[in-house]
Nanobody, 123 residues
């Protein structure tokens, strides 16, 4: 399993930006599909973005497409989520996830999860 630690959350005004980071350790990081998910209070966890092993391919939920960018640096074992034009509806705990199987890409089946970082967007 991959040990994942998120950072970069915080309080920001609507229209602002944040960059989340997720540091992985314990495995060969480049062998994992990486994803970001979020869970708002009282709601189910939802998919935000994913990036394949090399970083060549990305996928986004429609609610964040064009505003958020996922990227990775395999040399540093880090995946990022750049969040721009933030809205109050983006308020949630954001989780990083790692998946060793292609099912992570096609079915959102991830093997390892971080502890989450809170993002709060004020109106």
């Amino acid at each position: 399993q991959v040990l994942l630690v998120e950072s970069g959350g915080g309080l920001v005004q609507a229209g602002g930006s944040l960059r989340l980071s997720c540091a992985g350790s314990g495995v060969v990081f480049s062998r994992y599909i990486m994803g970001w998910f979020r869970q708002a209070r009282g709601k189910e966890r939802e998919f935000v973005a994913a990036i394949n092993w090399t970083g060549e391919h990305t996928n986004y939920d429609d609610s964040v497409r064009g505003r958020f960018t996922i990227s990775r640096d395999n040399a540093k074992n880090v995946v990022y989520l750049q969040m721009n034009s933030l809205k109050p509806d983006d308020t949630a705990v954001y989780y990083c996830a790692a998946g060793a199987s292609p099912r992570a890409w096609s079915l959102n089946e991830y093997d390892s999860w971080g502890q989450g970082t809170q993002v709060t967007v004020s109106s």
